[in-house]
Nanobody
Framework: QLRASGGGLVQAGDSLKLSCAAS????????IGWFRQAPGKEREFVAC????????YYVDSVKGRFTISRDNAKNTVTLQMNSLKPEDTAVYYC?????????????????????WGQGTQVTVSS
């Protein structure tokens, strides 16, 4: 129901755009988030966007470099990643929280998300 794409191998300072395509869920009323998991580390929150699309949230380490946006007409969310660093290397997952109460709500913890995509690998070389 969620399919992440757009990963790849880039050099430090480069950009990538990840996409998350959704089907079979009430996309326009779901918070969509991105998480990532680096080798040997736990999965961590990266960014999410409210179901209205008006309110994005970011982990501090990506603020100013990553931009999350959504198109409810196309059931897609994108994560534009600029100025990539080697520490951004991870498998990136998109996820959907269909139970967020308000149109500006964000969701920051894995347990809040009921739907997960398969992950896409992002590798940033130094």
């Amino acid at each position: 129901q969620l399919r992440a794409s757009g990963g790849g191998l880039v050099q430090a300072g480069d950009s990538l755009k990840l996409s998350c395509a959704a089907s079979g869920l009430t996309f326009s009323s779901s918070v969509i988030g991105w998480f990532r998991q680096a080798p040997g580390k736990e999965r961590e929150f990266v960014a999410c966007i409210s179901w209205s699309g008006t309110t994005p949230y970011y982990v501090d380490s990506v603020k100013g470099r990553f931009t999350i946006s959504r198109d409810n007409a196309k059931n897609t969310v994108t994560l534009q990643m600029n100025s990539l660093k080697p520490e951004d290397t991870a498998v990136y997952y998109c996820a959907a929280d269909a139970d967020a109460p308000f149109e500006t709500s964000g969701s920051f913890y894995e347990f809040e998300y009921s739907y997960w995509g398969q992950g896409t690998q992002v590798t940033v070389s130094s």
